[in-house]
């Protein structure tokens, strides 16, 4: 009859969840962009610094963005 108060805050909690996720992902998907900025400089200079900083940052802020989306469709 009524409304199920846990399982609607479960769910609102899920979408909080997974939208923080989008946010942080876009981050560091914006600061793997800046470190690419000195990617082809690492290249020149024969270092690997900033190509692994920058490979790592990218699979990492993907790795969030698809969490991220998961969880919204999960509980949308």
Known sequence: ?????QRQDARI????KGSIMLVCGWSV??????FGVF?????????DFMRVV?????????????AGTRMRHANG
């Open 1 to 5: 009859m009524g409304v199920d108060v």
């Open 39 to 47: 990617f082809f400089q690492s290249i020149r200079e024969g270092t």
């Open 13 to 16: 909690e899920g979408l909080r």
């Open 29 to 34: 998907l914006a600061m793997s962009g800046m």
């Open 54 to 66: 920058a490979s790592v940052l990218g699979t990492l802020g993907v790795i969030l963005l698809a």
